[in-house]
Nanobody
Framework: QVQLVESGGGLVQPGGSLRLSCAAS????????MGWYRQAPGKQRELVAY???????NYGDAVKGRFTISRDNARNTVYLQMNYLKYEDTAVYYC?????????WGQGTQVTVSS
């Protein structure tokens, strides 16, 4: 089974940028739909973006036009480029791998947007 490790989180000022990475171990990475979710304190986990094995993407309304998801199958890695960050983007960001109804989660990485 695939295992996921996120990196790239941190503290950034409003309007700034961060790039998250999610490195996957295991086989057949290119057959998974890969996604990013986030959970802010006191809120439910929500979809940020996902990318299918064929490269199709979908974004949550809150991040459309600001975030970009991509994948590098040669490196078994999925990325989330986050631009024009807002205070409300503060959350723990989780990587997700989905295939045939089975999913795996990473441990999460904290993103804090603050001046």
């Amino acid at each position: 089974q695939v295992q996921l490790v996120e990196s790239g989180g941190g503290l950034v000022q409003p309007g700034g940028s961060l790039r998250l990475s999610c490195a996957a171990s295991g086989s057949a990475f290119n057959s998974y739909t890969m996604g990013w979710y986030r959970q802010a304190p006191g809120k439910q986990r929500e979809l940020v973006a996902y990318i299918t094995s064929g490269g199709n993407t979908n974004y949550g309304d809150a991040v459309k036009g600001r975030f970009t998801i991509s994948r590098d199958n040669a490196r078994n890695t999925v990325y989330l480029q986050m631009n024009y960050l807002k205070y409300e983007d503060t959350a723990v960001y989780y990587c997700n791998a989905l295939k045939l109804g089975l999913e795996r989660w990473g441990q999460g990485t904290q993103v804090t947007v603050s001046s």
